[in-house]
């Protein structure tokens, strides 16, 4: 009886403890809990989902194809001649006058971000980033290192496409930059400061688009960016070159920079939108370059003082003259007409059509709606590729050209004095002396220059001198050695 009594005891025991167990499991907020259709579910499972939203997937979608980017530069760097105990510039201005700065060349090392755009190794970046690279080495997320090589780039549009030698790279997918909303949500990836750091994964930052098609003079040098891309989304040193990237975690801009006071972020960011991006990649794999669109107009702002617009209000801009062999010519547009809407966007004034047209490709299909004095027209034509005169090359690497209309309306040139700098050969001595397509070129030594054949002799017997060279009115002095 006392045995049985014992089992009954145990047995009773050890009923209690599976109940309590079971109790404990079923309801204890830390382990299991029922829910609504009775299915048992993990809770941190349930809480890891909660937190996984769609920034987080975008931005995990994205960051595997950013990359950090090291580029050695060669640049200009300026030095005065006499030692200054004074920071007056009069004082300055005057023995500069006496003893121009001398320029040298120096190696600089340049940090930021690039994004691979296809399996085969392709990466976009800025073009700023990259310019006047001696070498360009690319380190993806997971640590593996390549040396990159540059297949095209363009300042206009400060874009760079790269090239690394590897394959089966994950790379990003385009969204469409042209139908964003202010207001919705973008994410920007890239590497600020470089391997600071110590880590090859890209910083997200996340923020809005503030704004669609500003125009801003940039305050690191004298580009002028149209029809960017504002966001809030920080974007700091070393992240030029990244992605920004939607909800999605499509790419529709490439971050490229900051407007600052302070040198970090302040919430203004600005990035080239991705449609315009396309073109260039799509440009620079077929041609290993973007070739110069050519729509042949020279145009002002239409006022009530312009006699084909004082019947008809001050809005548009007037054609001042039409190129010879331009497709604008072969259209029919004539000098005095007005145009009042390019591609169904009106033009108010001059700045309207800088500005749409500063994302013209050679190819791009433009319709203009014209006045012409009572009469209401529609006129389309192609963008050509401009083809400058065959112009004079020299051991620099340079082409010069003499100033004529046309190509102080492509420079945008206010002289008419001295050669132009058409062209600079990539990898040059003429690239790394930091010479640039616009420049011109006023004096070799104490030699002027006033045409082609001027420089052409000049240069035949000069071994180490200096060019003086005028560039968009501000005068420098560049010495180089032969």
Known sequence: MKIRDSAYMVAGILIVLVALFIYDLLTSPSRRYYTDTTDLVVLNDEVSRERTNA??????????????????????????????????????????????????REQVKSLGTGVIISPEGYILTN????????????????????????VAHDKTVDLALIKINAAELPYVEFGNSDDLMIGEWVIALGNPFGFLLEDTRPTVTVGVVSALNRSIKSTRDERFYKNMIQTD??????????????????????????????????????????????KFIDEALAYGKVRQ??????LQNASTENPEAASIGANGVIVNGVDDGSAAEKTGIRVGDRIVT??????????DWDRITASIFVGDTLRLGVLRSTDSLEVRFVVEEYVPREGARTQLGIYVDEIDSQIARRFNLDTGTGVVVTEVDKNSMGARLGIR??????????????????????MKSIRE???IIDRGGLIIQLYFGL
């Open 465 to 467: 001198s200096y060019f």
């Open 55 to 104: 920034i987080v997937v975008a931005a995990n979608r994205a960051a595997p194809a950013v990359v950090s980017i090291t580029v050695i530069q060669t640049r200009i760097v300026s030095t005065s001649p006499y030692f200054s105990p004074f920071t007056d510039d009069r004082f300055n201005q005057f023995f500069r006058d006496f003893f121009p700065e001398r320029y040298y």
């Open 437 to 458: 397509a616009g420049d011109v070129i006023l004096q070799i030594g104490n030699a002027r220059i006033m045409s082609k054949n001027d420089f052409l002799e000049t």
């Open 342 to 351: 390019l591609n169904g966007q009106r033009i108010y004034r001059l700045s």
């Open 233 to 278: 989304a920080a974007i700091n040193p070393g992240n030029s070159g990244g992605p920004l990237v939607n909800i999605l975690g499509q790419v529709i801009g490439i971050n490229t920079f900051i407007f600052t006071s302070s040198g970090g972020s302040e919430g203004i960011g600005f990035a080239r939108p991705i449609t315009i991006a396309q």
């Open 293 to 298: 669109p050519w729509v042949g107009l020279l």
């Open 127 to 150: 073009e700023h980033l990259i310019e006047n690279a001696t070498d360009i080495y690319i380190v993806l997320p997971d640590g593996r290192q390549y040396q990159g090589e540059i």
